[in-house]
């Protein structure tokens, strides 16, 4: 079977850094995307990492250790409008995207 | 215009009611997916399709059926809506990320279905 792990909230300020974290337990597995909801919208795409290592895309950051199966989402510079639901998924070959819960950030100022 | 387009956007229904959420993209993307969202269990996948022939299920199927009427629709069906089928419907669209495989999905806006 397959599953993902991630927090259900998480709450931060302004200015700060956050980290999300990710686990999952899948096969066949080639690589670990992130997405981000806002409230009442639809869920867009923030990253993906098929490698170990960091992935850099402005304030936003994304990790992956395909050994510890185990991936993070890092956000800098916290900004109100950072506050959204942020979804870690796995690609599997094959098969369409399986999506964890969701973690919900609530930055306050 | 949407990329990603969904009817209706919002649906009001009676228990043992059929009906039909509609989605179209422009993208040219030739998979297409269907999710449903309820408060706390994320995005699950109720059915996806990678080309006009193909058809799979997802993780909660029953009581769904879906329609690949040509590369840039895809409709979902409640054949007999129920109370616990209330819930946000999003329809997707990927596009593949090349190397390392992967892929970029693009959501349609929703359709917020109510089945009293």
């Known amino acids: 079977g397959q599953s993902l792990e991630q927090p259900s909230e998480v709450t931060a300020v302004e200015g700060a850094i956050v980290q999300i974290n990710c686990t999952y337990q899948?096969?066949?597995?080639?690589?670990l995307s992130w997405y981000q909801q806002h409230d009442g919208g639809a869920p867009t795409f923030l990253s993906y990492?098929?490698?170990?290592g960091l992935e850099e895309t402005g304030r936003f950051s994304s990790f992956l250790s395909r050994s510890d199966s185990y991936g993070y989402l890092l956000l800098q510079e916290l900004q109100m409008k950072d506050s959204a639901s942020y979804f870690c998924a796995v690609g599997q070959a094959g098969t369409a995207l399986i999506f964890g819960k969701g973690t919900t950030l609530s930055v306050s100022s | 215009d949407a990329d990603v387009t969904q009817t209706p956007r919002n649906r009001i229904t009676k228990t043992g009611k059929r009906i039909m959420l509609e989605c179209s993209q422009t993208k040219g993307h030739d998979r297409m997916y269907w999710y449903r969202q309820d408060p706390g269990l994320g995005l699950r996948l109720i059915y996806y399709?990678?080309?006009?022939?193909?058809?799979n299920k997802g993780e909660i199927s029953d009581g769904y059926s879906v329609s690949r009427q040509a590369q840039a629709k895809f409709s979902l069906s409640l054949e007999s809506a129920i109370p616990n089928q209330t819930a946000l419907y999003f329809c997707?669209?990927?596009?593949?990320?090349?190397?390392?495989?992967?892929?970029?999905?693009?959501f349609g806006p929703g359709t917020r279905l109510l089945v009293l």
């Open positions: 997707a669209t990927s596009d593949p990320l090349g190397q390392g495989g992967g892929e970029t999905q693009y």
């Open positions: 990492n098929a490698l170990d």
């Open positions: 399709s990678f080309d006009v022939k193909d058809i």
């Open positions: 899948t096969s066949g597995f080639y690589g």
